[in-house]
């Protein structure tokens, strides 16, 4: 059986974590030091970023993200991708939760260390445009 590759491992990642809503995934995936940089704020440790999924869980019920495109870099070191998540508003950016269909979408750039393990995850979401289109404004 051949080593996965990079795309295989976060797509992974995020299947067992996201979708399956099990921070305790995470475990398998990350480095102690892992470093996730999301709105331009780092939230370092395995730990740190284990409560900020739980958080982010919290807040949207049914969660389901869906990869549209990954792809890797020569060497696999680093992971883009192109995603959307689903489910029902629970309370996502301060608003109401009011269960109402939701849906995002995000990028994503990750650090892979060569024996697979994640580094660090620079992300960035369409959280202005969902925040417009819960509250009317």
Known sequence: M???TSVEIVEAFWDAVW???D???IDRFVVDDFVITSGGEDVVSKESFKEWVRN???KIND???EVIESFQNEDGSRVASRWRITGRNNGVLGTAADQRPIAFTGTAVWAVREDGKLLHNWVERASWELFQRLTGE
Do not use: T
Request: hydrophobic share 40%; glycine share 0%; no cysteine.
């Open 2 to 4: 051949s080593n996965p």
């Open 19 to 21: 979708n399956a809503h």
């Open 23 to 25: 921070p305790d995934a």
């Open 56 to 58: 982010f869980l919290e």
């Open 63 to 65: 969660l389901n993200l």
